[in-house]
């Protein structure tokens, strides 16, 4: 009957047999936090109503719906009690909450269902493969399918009576502690299905590899796809096919010429991606660059954004991109307090730059469906030492673009040898250390007097082969007076940006709503996300929006436009 039909033959005589014990009803916690204020809630941005939200599980496109799943706790804001969440959308931007995909029901998911992956089978059926924690604390691989095909909305899951599927035993000698978040499934070539789950084996990391002919029976391959020595654990990984020819997405089991394949690992609170060739024939994954591999190269994020995944949308031919901002809060108390906790950063388009060695990633198109009352401001020169502010806008929540330019790059600062961190020297010469070319940016989230703002801002540097560095830092030293400073996590972060300053203009959009401000530099070729909480002095109608230049050097904006941005519909 085939790979699928078996799938679905076993879970329906399940459900003949043994009626529907293994669906429940979603029942909320009566217990609601009452929250002193909301202020940081976000207006466009996903988050549910209340409690904790980490990873997206699994986002697809089922019958013209769009369905987001997430780890989540329907009972605190702080992580345990982890079910799959569930959202729909028609637009990527408002979302309609549905009961939860999978709850903890079951001797192999009794301690929580963590992440995983959707997988479109033969037919478009959906089918998820998700992580479980049994009674022993080990983590195993499960599935589950959709009740009724015909509800485009999916409300009802039935998980599968074989799981679990793969469980580590003393055969195959996995870590049961390390072993988890199933990737989206692609069908090789020879007809049979392939799939990663991340794992750490003697301190190496690994995405391991399974085949499969009928989705239920799952043999590890000898090697894994990919793996990297003395790198720690590889978590929430993804694995997908890029145009090399094109900015349109594939659909994940898409090979041949003109394409690359990114392979991306979570470690170390950062989520990494290389890219490199799949050979199908022998199911390895060879990065194009040893020295971009995992941990060593590029990043989704060089700010908070964490345990991401990607599907391809076939309604627009996108590859799109989730991923989790949690909070920047070190008293986790002060999340029981709102009663909620964690964001999804706005979806990301993603393609291959044309030069082959990193993707660029943009904020979908649909959500620019939100902006309102724009200010256009056209070509201008920001002198040293200047600030100036960004008036009729919201200012707490907004979207800006623009662009920079310096015509005496001549003037730049020595890039010094020792400096291998973009972060640490963004913490070195953050905002208010004046320089020659930089920094200049944006002051986010300001308060009127300037005592509280995040700045994300340039610094154009000249190597040592009369090249040019440019650094892109988010500086969050001065993002909040609240008491005790220890309470919060105001890191600086920072990237370099692979833009020649003598034949491109400096790029910067940055999209701010409420406690999350999310950039973009060189047109998505870097991009830093950070989260942070002002006082009253720079909330809701006390906020301000500045452009300034703290160089010696003046630069040009060649055109800023800034929008309000709309309140989404996320209930």
């Not at 959707?118 to 478009?124: A, D, E, K, N, W």
């Not at 072993?179 to 299905?193: I, K, M, Q, S, V």
């Not at 991340?198 to 190496?204: A, E, V």
């Not at 909480?533 to 040009?556: E, K």
């Amino acid at each position: 009957m085939g790979y699928v039909s078996s799938v679905w033959l076993g879970v329906l005589v399940f459900i003949s047999i043994h009626g529907y014990g293994n669906i429940r009803l979603f029942e909320a916690s009566s217990r609601v936090i009452q929250t002193p204020d909301q202020i940081y809630r976000t207006g466009y941005h996903f988050q549910p109503a209340k409690y904790w939200m980490n990873d997206p599980n699994g986002p697809m496109i089922y019958m013209g719906i769009y369905h987001f799943f997430y780890q989540y706790n329907p009972y605190d804001a702080q992580a345990g009690n982890i079910v799959w969440g569930h959202s729909t959308s028609t637009d990527l931007v408002n979302w309609t909450p549905q009961p939860p995909a999978l709850l903890r029901s079951d001797p192999y998911d009794f301690k929580g269902c963590f992440s995983g992956s959707t997988t479109l089978l033969s037919g478009g059926k959906p089918a998820i493969l998700y992580t479980g924690v049994d009674f022993s604390d080990n983590q195993v691989q499960n599935l589950a399918v959709p009740k009724n095909l015909a509800d485009p909305y999916l409300t009802e899951w039935v998980k599968s009576p074989y799981n679990p599927l793969i469980a580590p035993n003393s055969v195959n000698k996995i870590d049961g502690q390390n072993f988890r978040d199933p990737t989206t499934a692609w069908l090789n070539p020879d007809g049979n299905w392939r799939m990663v789950v991340g794992n750490q084996q003697n301190g190496n990391g690994n995405g391991l590899l399974y085949r499969s002919k009928n989705f239920i029976d799952w043999i590890q391959a000898e090697y894994p796809l990919h793996f990297m020595n003395n790198s720690g654990m590889w978590e929430c990984p993804d694995f997908f096919p890029v145009s090399t020819i094109s900015q349109n997405g594939l659909e994940t089991s898409t090979m041949g010429p003109n394409v690359k394949h990114v392979f991306k690992a979570s470690k170390a609170s950062t989520d990494f991606y290389t890219i490199g060739t799949y050979n199908p024939n022998k199911d390895i994954f060879i990065p194009d660059n040893e020295s971009l591999d995992i941990g060593l190269g590029f990043r989704y994020d060089y700010g908070k954004f964490y345990a991401s995944k990607s599907f391809f949308d076939s309604a627009t031919s996108r590859r799109i991109l989730f991923g989790w901002v949690n909070e920047s809060v070190n008293n986790l108390g002060i999340n029981s307090i709102r009663g909620w906790a964690g964001l999804q950063g706005i979806p990301r388009r993603i393609w291959l730059h044309k030069s082959g060695n990193q993707l660029l990633q943009w904020p979908i198109v649909e959500i620019e469906k939100l902006r309102m009352n724009p200010v256009i401001e056209e070509t201008t020169v920001l002198m040293p030492g200047s600030v100036r502010e960004i008036t009729g806008v919201n200012a707490t929540q907004a979207d800006v673009e623009m662009s920079f330019s310096a015509k005496t790059l001549e003037k730049a600062e020595k890039w010094e040898a020792n400096w291998t961190n973009p972060q640490q020297v963004c913490s070195i010469k953050g905002a208010s250390v004046k320089g020659r070319l930089g920094p200049f940016g944006l002051l986010v989230l300001a308060s009127k007097d300037m005592q509280e703002y995040t700045a994300i801002f340039f610094r154009i540097f000249k190597g040592d082969n009369n090249n040019f560095i440019v650094l892109m830092c988010s500086d969050q030293t001065r993002s909040s007076l609240h008491l005790p400073s220890s309470d919060y996590d105001k890191t600086t972060y920072g990237a370099l940006l692979n833009v020649d300053p003598l034949q491109e203009k400096l790029s910067l959009r940055t999209l701010i709503d409420h406690s999350i401000v999310e950039s973009f530099g060189g047109e998505g070729k870097a991009c830093i996300t950070a989260r942070v909480y002002p006082t009253n002095l720079a909330v809701d109608g006390a906020t301000h929006l500045y452009v300034f230049n703290n160089g010696s050097q003046s630069v040009d904006i060649s055109k800023l436009t800034a929008w309000s941005m709309k309140t989404a519909q996320i209930n």
